[in-house]
């Protein structure tokens, strides 16, 4: 709840990882958003590109977009959170966008309207570059393709800054954590995710409550 409005956020009782494979979750949204009061409904994280970003299925009396917007805006607060923290220069960065689909495009896009021109911008999409990476001499990569671990954490620059929205996750986490305790020299964090402090969270689907149980109780994704 806010001045302006209410947001409910309804989950359906089905893991991330396992939407693909799961032919009713159509039927799910359906079900779900016929409960929500609000009259538009906000498909998140990989919902969007099940339905074709919002184009099915179709839903009486209800207005369909996607989570993407606000998933964009936890990226660029984060990264210009990250800035400030670590006393950066975010024109003296060379700064890589890993997975140039409508999140990573859009934070890139946001990023640039509000900090200014970095001195330098790399583009990377495993889906349309072969798999090939080219952003090792990147100081600030902002991760957000569906590619899974295609980042090399050992490849990366000392002092590189990672920012991830990738689901599955862009490099692997023993990776990241290693060479984060062991090296110190690199910072390999989420970036598409509010804390909006304590939250109300229930869910028509009783499954639900054992997915909650793998999250924090006061972040949720930005999508």
């Known amino acids: 709840t806010s001045d302006y409005s209410e947001t409910e956020l309804i989950g359906i009782p089905v893991a991330a990882d396992q939407l693909f494979n799961t032919p009713e979750v159509p039927r799910l949204i359906q079900e779900a958003a016929a409960l929500a009061s609000s009259p538009i ?25 996607t989570g993407h917007g606000a998933t964009v805006c936890a990226m660029y607060f984060n990264t ?51 798999g090939v990476l080219n952003l090792d001499e990147c100081d600030l990569i902002l991760g957000a393709t569906s590619g899974g671990a295609t980042l090399v954490v050992d490849a990366l620059k000392p002092g590189a800054v990672v920012l991830d929205d990738s689901f599955p996750q862009a490099f692997k986490t023993e990776d990241a954590k290693s ?34 149980k793998l999250y924090g109780e006061s972040w949720v994704p930005g999508c």
């Not at 229930?202 to 499954?207: D, I, K, L, M, V």
């Open 41 to 65: 409904v906000t498909l998140a994280g990989m919902l969007p590109s099940l339905t074709g970003l919002g184009a099915q299925p179709t839903l009486v009396n209800k207005s369909i977009s």
């Open 179 to 212: 060479r984060m305790n062991e090296h110190g020299d690199v910072l390999l964090l989420g970036g598409g995710a509010f804390d909006l402090g304590v939250l109300d969270r229930w869910s028509p689907f009783a499954q639900a409550s054992n997915l909650r």
């Open 80 to 130: 210009a959170a990250m800035i400030e923290a670590l006393g950066l220069d975010w024109p003296d960065l060379h700064v890589g966008v890993l997975g140039y689909g409508s999140i990573g495009r859009s934070s890139l896009e946001q990023c640039l309207a509000k900090l200014g021109k970095p001195r330098k911008v790399s583009l990377c999409d495993p889906k349309l570059d072969n």
